[in-house]
T-cell receptor, first 118, second 111 residues
């Protein structure tokens, strides 16, 4: 089955530093990936849609200069949290759509990355 | 605006009892509805989608456009069904790409 990986699975960083999270589709190509944020005991909130070879589309209220997204290949999207602050601490989840003609266009989710900013 | 409502945060039942997890949505067009499940310490995974009309692990869900609902049902709950369940919607105005999630219902099935 389609697998999406995320790295790292958890990270602790100091306030003011930047953190990069990788999302990879392991056995399929994904022209579109999605980044979500999940607060404790709350639902997933879509942050942005990552498009291969073009700029990401951010949801209303999400700072694009704060959360930098790069989708340089059909199997990799990265989310960089710049100048992180404690309020950025959260669980970040990515998903990827299988964009092959025979694909189901189902979204496959990564395991998530726990970010803690001290 | 698209919205998905799951009114119950927690649903606790005994093994063998029927289960219904409620989901209501607000969207004026014809959306696509999904149920996702997240077992303990595992990633989110698709359980079923309304267009496939399948029964997965004994679960079914029928889209009721009149009531704008997509409730998830299972006649006899099992302990292994204990998990977090999320109802989600995608709409044609986003090319059915974006998912809008409900707040989730935790199902706890006791022996």
């Amino acid at each position: 089955g389609a697998v999406v990986s995320q790295h790292p699975s958890w990270v602790i960083c100091k306030s003011g530093t930047s953190v990069k999270i990788e999302c990879r589709s392991l056995d399929f190509q994904a022209t579109t990936m999605f980044w979500y944020r999940q607060f404790p005991k709350q639902s997933l909130m879509l942050m942005a849609t990552s498009n291969e070879g073009s700029k990401a589309t951010y949801e209303q209220g999400v700072e694009k200069d704060k959360f930098l997204i790069n989708h340089a290949s059909l199997t990799l999207s990265t989310l960089t949290v710049t100048s992180a602050h404690p309020e950025d601490s959260s669980f970040y989840i990515c998903s990827a759509r299988d964009s092959a003609p025979s694909g189901s266009y189902e979204q496959y989710f990564g395991p998530g990355t726990r970010l803690t900013v001290t | 605006a698209q919205r998905v409502t799951q009114p119950e945060k927690l649903l606790s039942v005994f093994k063998g009892a029927p289960v219904e997890l409620k989901c209501n949505y607000s969207y004026s067009g014809s959306p696509e509805l999904f149920w996702y499940v997240q077992y303990s310490r595992q990633r989110l995974q698709l359980l079923l989608r309304h267009i496939s009309r399948e029964s997965i692990k004994g679960f079914t869900a029928d889209l009721n456009k009149g009531e704008t609902s997509f409730h998830l049902k299972k006649p006899f709950a099992q302990e292994e069904d204990s998990a977090m369940y999320y109802c989600a919607l995608s709409a044609p105005n986003t090319g059915f790409q974006k998912l809008v999630f409900g707040t989730g219902t935790r199902l706890l099935v006791s022996p």
